[in-house]
């Protein structure tokens, strides 16, 4: 199932660099393993936000949570979330 | 380039069915005809309400902006856009 | 899976009575057939408001759209939708 | 009486570690007594969001105030609270 | 057990004025038939707005709704209702 | 005259813990004796929240401020003022 | 004692243009006349919107609310007010 | 030409007393002196809340700018500006 | 002096065709006017919206209100506006 | 292509002198670079407010983004982006 997702990154302005740093290369290596394994299956930056857009497909609401839970940003992000489900007029096959 | 367009329809309690039936109908046969051309390239329901998430994939401002105004039901619904770009993280060639 | 769903039904000042009548008492039969069904899994009023608090139990998105879109007084509400999933510290075992 | 609560956790981001283990143990352990003692009648977690949607069986509202003052998370939390009724289209017994 | 009931009046401006004449007296006359009850316990109009704030008192959540519905301006009016319960510093003996 | 105040307390997680209970215990001596010099004529807590709805009756709008700064949480207080004035329904002599 | 007010007019679209002018025409009347008096101390237009913020003196919430319910235009304004008093730095005699 | 202004003060709470009491003064002395010298045209207090309600008549945006920039608040303010213009019903010589 | 000055157009959905394009082209002559007289300086479409973005150069307040009046879809619009002034950055002579 | 930028400046009270000294001498550099290369098109300042309005002038998404991240600022920002196109009742040939 998708869920259209939302996620704004507020890092404290306090936060040291090297934390930071460690922080987005964890968020970057996870984010890239689940589009291999197409739970992430689009992933969009928000142009002049630290923010992005995401379409993500797991079998459930619990799978999301977790998957979200996962991310090392998550206790720096807001985050809103959409269920999303196939439009009468779409022609692609895989937005169901 | 990406824009990432959130449409929700609000057509009026008195609009006659069969107006509504046309509109929706024209509606319909643009949003394929722009899914095959390409420009319309990704379109879900939200679920539970009468509402999409698009992805429009144009050259440039002007186009997307004249593509929206040729909506048939454009004058009844609230249109918000989002300027995507490529996300650092992300692994797909075409999410530029 | 679980959704919870706010309605809240704003109905035109100018709605015939026979209308309106009709349209909840339309309502009314589909909600309790959905509950007999185990879908509509719970349904509250909110106190000194023409709304409801509901948890439906679909197997997805697109189930949740559908029985929505059945509801006689569907164009005449505002909808929201959050996904819920289990919560750690919960001891039910039917809050999945 | 029935209410339904939504609560957010907001954990400061330098709060430490133990501090926060500490804080969500005993909250973990309150929950659970007080599920048992059919006051927090249904806990479910929002997807994608440290949050919770709960509903809250006590004889008033002096003892719902009571009973959240109580939460170890309370001073750290944004909390909602609607008063619910019962739907005149619902069909279950237990939802007053 | 006490609620804090604001109440805002939106009559359409075609409604006509006999109309909206006989919805004030017939408001009028369950307002003070309610506050000799002891039910509509406090009554003030907020200056400047056709408002008012109003302190009920009744026994759950199922007799204040039913008696907001009673009100024959209800149509037309938005509501927000809060729980209240004693405060710690209160020396007042009717402020439950 | 009469004046609705909704306050919201907001403490900081990192005070003190002595310093916020000699504020909370200043605050309810002189919550008191305003109730007893007849000035903070009603004060109600607001279920679930570190909020209450106090009305007061003072002569003047700057009797009004002054008496709000003199709370020793007015720091870290939100507060939100309304004027009252009598309502033409209401039946209570002292809701001027 | 003085209220700040600021009123937006929202004239309904389909009001008839002569129904428009009278009201204006009868407004403008009585503002000046409350000018006159005193009681409507200032009034300025907000640049570019069909709106005013006034300073209104007068000896209580009740002849407030009663000057602003003779408004012809009242019911077709959203109204704010905040109540004023003397600011410790203020110089004028006149800003009680 | 004339500006109305509002001036919403937010100290940090651990802000040293006599940073504050500094600041207070020198913000108190500039006002005055603005006042003065027909800046400041009108100061009021908004009743319960660290806020103030402002007229400034200053030749030209720029020196609103300027001049607001050098009250030493400014960067614990947060501020909102209306420009106002003459009221077709204004009877005030001033009210420009 | 310039103005940002940004306008929502929300034409009624009932408005006669006839009538809707008389408005637009008297607006577009006038608009077009003012751009030659150098008082409205920027004009821009927001991509997607029945919107613009306009920048005026009016020598005051009261021309601007005058001016906003003056168009023929004023009674139509949403329109909010901003005092600009130079920015210390800014290399524009122009941009005053 | 055009795009409407708003950013409102949020420096954090407790940044030291020289640090924020330093961060606008690299801002304002920048941003004079920027506009010399024809990129930060029209640059003005908010009137009361530590914000601007920019247009600016970039092939792309991407390249708007990159350009907004590159400000010292851009961590202290809040920023909207609006994309602009031409509007049909522009007389500027460089309103693209």
């Not at 992000?77 to 022609?91: A, E, G, K, N, Q």
Request: contains cysteine; negative net charge; glycine residues 2%.
């Amino acid at each position: 199932m998708l869920y259209h997702v939302q996620m704004t990154v507020r890092l404290p302005a306090d936060l040291p660099t090297e934390v930071a740093a460690d922080l987005k290369a964890r968020e970057k290596a996870l984010a890239q393993q689940l589009q291999r394994e197409g739970v992430w299956r689009h992933l969009w930056r928000i142009a002049g936000q630290y923010a992005n857009v995401s379409i993500f497909d797991v079998p459930d609401h619990a799978t999301l949570h977790d998957t979200l839970m996962r991310l090392p940003l998550f206790p720096y992000m807001d985050i809103t979330v959409l269920p999303l489900c196939r439009h009468p007029s779409s022609l692609h096959d895989d937005e169901r």
